[in-house]
């Protein structure tokens, strides 16, 4: 018996004392170009974004690999170019007071240090109809200790026009008046003493949908109203009013097939049974290198948007406390600077 036992766990030791972590090694390839950005009709500047794809692995971060010293233009449908501003970094800008105009069509164009020549297909600008309600609907969290005691499901109705094939795309973004601008750590003090600073000036916080791929079209409901069209959640936090300003975004049609593949494909569970990650095809073409596309879609949208303050204060039970910590104020106030997380500029139809 005791031979046996030692058989036993001799043998568990050797397959134990054999295993090898497995690094699968995963890369990208041959690195392509990512576009990003939306050209619009509210006012610019609009900003656009090249950066490099990467391998799905922790070892291949995108957040550093930008395309520097590319020359990025846009022509319009009656032969204007516009030359966009290099801010280093992969980030591009229009002139300001630069936008889109309904009715227009707008190409895009790409020319790399290396004389790689990119251009999208032809994209017009369709108008897209006011948004006629924002509402939302409480749902109680019921999973084991949840961050939030709910979330509030956020819908919007819109009235589609008579003529045919209209496509639509949600975002929103929060806006919360900050109150305070910069966290001012002591130096030299064990341990860190740390004061708040209030902004100088009027400041508000931006929380954006992010990642959110909302859309749909008329195909179903041309000339009616499209319905409670899901387009996010807000957390129940707080009992105080939630600013919300949802933009809703016109597609051409390829648009709107480009953005429903990525939506399929981002919600894709990874079961056995789930189609394999594909690359998405975009709208820009590689004008040198036919086999090497850009990634991305050049996306030209008219633009809708709606301001709601969001009632909280109408659930019988009260939201989890945030437990956040609190330091005292410090006598000087600090600059409100302008970030994709912060603007000193009011958002539209705020109230104080």
């Known amino acids: 018996m005791k031979a046996i036992s030692k058989l036993f766990f001799a043998v568990l030791f050797t ?9 699968p090694k995963l890369t990208g390839g041959v690195p392509l170009i990512v576009f990003e950005g939306t050209l619009t009709d509210q006012p610019g500047p609009h900003f656009f974004l090249l950066s490099f794809s990467a391998g799905y692995n922790s070892k291949e971060s995108v957040f550093d690999k930008y395309v520097n010293a590319a020359k990025v233009w846009i022509i319009d449908s009656k032969g204007i170019r516009t030359d966009l501003t290099d801010l280093n970094r992969g980030q591009f800008s229009t002139p300001t007071g630069f936008r889109g105009q309904i009715g227009n069509a707008y190409t895009l164009h790409v020319r790399t240090s290396e004389g790689v020549e990119y251009a999208s ?8 109809p006011s948004i006629e309600k924002v509402y939302t609907e409480f749902k109680l969290t019921t999973i084991p200790r949840p961050q939030y005691r709910g979330m509030y499901n956020v819908y919007v ?13 949600w975002t929103w973004k929060n806006y919360q008046k900050a109150g305070f601008c910069e966290v001012y750590t002591v130096p ?52 105080t009013p939630y600013y919300l300003l949802v933009e809703q975004q016109s597609l051409t049609k390829e648009a709107y097939l480009y953005w429903s593949a990525v939506k399929e494909q981002t919600n894709n569970s990874g079961g056995i049974f ?41 659930v019988s039970v009260p939201p989890f406390s945030s ?15 302008e970030s994709p997380y912060r ?8 109230v104080d």
């Open 15 to 23: 397959l134990f004392a054999c295993v090898d972590e497995f690094d």
């Open 121 to 128: 297909n032809v994209e017009p600008m369709r108008a897209s």
């Open 157 to 169: 109705d819109v009235k589609d026009p008579l003529t045919e094939g209209d496509y639509y795309r």
């Open 188 to 239: 030299r003090t064990d341990p860190p003493v740390r004061y708040l600073r209030k902004c100088c000036d009027d400041c508000w916080n931006i929380t954006q949908c992010l990642g959110c791929v909302n859309v749909a079209s008329d195909k179903l409901v041309n000339g009616r109203t499209l319905a409670k069209q899901l387009i996010g959640q807000i957390p129940y936090d707080n009992t």
């Open 274 to 314: 789930d189609t394999a990650p594909a690359k998405i095809s975009g709208n820009i073409k590689n004008l040198t290198d036919s086999s090497k596309p850009m990634l991305g879609y050049f996306q030209v949208s008219a633009i809708s948007q709606k301001a709601v303050f969001i009632q909280r204060n109408n």
């Open 323 to 337: 437990g956040l910590i609190v330091y005292p104020f410090d006598t000087e106030c600090a600059v409100c600077n």
């Open 343 to 350: 603007t000193s500029r009011k958002p539209i139809d705020w």
